[in-house]
């Protein structure tokens, strides 16, 4: 298949998924993935100012995974924590941000999941590549003097994250056409190219249904390109973590090097980062990943 | 002299770069517009181009692709407010080095600068000769003969005087390796060539300001210590020099001596003193025993600049183990005297370890002969008498 056909054909399947896509979110009826209950609940507890971690502990006793996950945490040299530790005390030692970017990165991996073999190979893919971007945005925010750390890792994790769903409802359409309709759907180049063009659309949509701060959203929007009128702005971050991380082989498909290439020369300049330091940050990337997947 | 060509429409860019250009010891050359900018390319030799993208005529990507077109390889640093990954991606594949983001630092664009003009010398010298569309060869090797690439030298001088170098190379010792050049364009070339551990420049270099030519060669050598050399005079010129960017000064006419002071600040002052954390080791004296005042002297300074660290590192007790130190009557206990001192006000306290002579030395002051004495490091640590 050529270029050229490739991208006439995704042309026009990208704009009819585009048209459906928007219609179904201003209608709300896109049916995106929901947080579980124990982490829209803990959620809730943490927008309160008098929050107590009591609480929270209770509501999250119900999720013994998502409690267990949060002992690890607190227990893991990262945090300096020893292994003694309650609920509540472990929830403490974590704090606030931390809570929330443990629940937000539960209710993420759950997006990335499919009973669908060939999209749950694809979705697993993609979420090692958000959790590279994510670990090496919170690096550059941090290297860049920036505060919002937690903001910089929420916005790589969550990135490309209507990638999944934009998966799911092009498998739903093949199948409605091959099945129902016996007529030939797409080939994949056309997917890959279709999914690039409206996955952003539908990520910012999760973002907002999630009710995610609004830099985080901008990160999902706008990370294809730099914000030189605002250098340290997380999306800058995410940008660069984005091209290092292809860089370093998280890739989901084909990839244009040239443009990745030029996106890190750009992002050198953007955020004042040396040679240096991105050696160390991409040399760091494939040790400091493998260990995050559970 | 290096030339940087900067190609841009705005004249305030253009005279920021300028500035930056000239402080940083190369010459400015400027054109408004990519047809500007070939012009000038093609009337003289330029080391590297400063490109913005979107100008009157004919734009940065239209400059670059006729640049690449008709086969110069000058080096390109883009220097733009674009920052489109598409723009950016388009320049890369012409053949950009390097990409500045306007409004940019002046550090950034000086370290990129340099590390652009670095690699293309690096690249010129593997290539041995550069393509007739590229920056001119540049001369291999210095006045001392035929340079191997990045050849290290520990000292490399520049005195239109050859005598200069004649004397210098008397006075080093025949394992140190010097290159001397007789002009400041030959020096450069030696700087670009070759990798130096000390500079030496005259002070009074012919068509040539020589504070210039050290922050030029600064730029090029960044870890080596740059002299100068001016003529011994009534004044203190030491802090005008260093003011001027030197790092140090070694007058003309050298002697023996400012040689050998210059080789133990800058290439042997190690074995005098070695300090392990609160033990400091004096080493000992080999040489003419007319060398002795200045071995103390040296001495002196080391403990000094020792006894601050042992002091922020919180110890309260230093030992000196003085077993291959010269013993030698007033020297020694005058120089410990001042140490004692020193130690006192630093709330350290002060144990030596030394022979019997130095015990003998000693006692011979009323001020020395109440520092404890050890006969070994040891007996020191534990506190047993002498």
Redo the contacts between chains.
Sequence with gaps: MNPETIEEESAKVASWMEKVILKRVAEDKLVLPSIPSVVVKCMEFLRQSDFSFKDIAATLEKEPALAARVLRLATSAAVGGSSKLNLAEALARIGSKGLKTLLLEAAASKVFVSKDPEIAVAARKIWEHSVAVAALSRDIAALTGSKSGEAAYLGGLLHDIGKPIVAAMLLEAERQVVEVRNQKFVESPVWIEVMGRVHRKVGVAVAEKWKLPEEVTACIRDC???D?SDRQAIVNSVCMGNALAKQAGYVVGAV?I??V???V??G???L?V?DDVLQKLAGDVKNRVSGLFD | MLRVLTVDDSRAVRSIVRKQIIEMGFEPVEAEDGEQGLVKLGESQIDLVLLDVTMPVLDGPGMLARMRESGNKTPVIMLTSESKRSVVAGAMKLGIDDYILKPFKPEELKSKMLAVIGAADAAADEEGVLDSGGPAPRKNGGEDGPGTSRQFVDVLVVDDMENVGRKLRTLLPQHMTMASFTSAQAGLAGCREKTCRVIMLDSELPDVTSSVLARQMRLLQPHAAILAMPLRSTNDITKEMKDQGFDDVLFKPFNQDSIDDFLLKYFDNQEILICEDNLFKVGGFHGKEDRIPIYFSRLEGLFGEALKKAASACYDEVIIDLSQAPARQEKLPRMLLEFAESSKQNGIELKLVGSQDVKKILSAFTETKSIPLFATVQEARSGASA
Excluded: C, F, P
Aim: charged content about 35%; hydrophobic content about 30%.
């Design positions: 294809n390109e730099y030189k244009d040239d443009d290439n030029a996106l020369m750009i050198r300049s953007v004042g040396t």
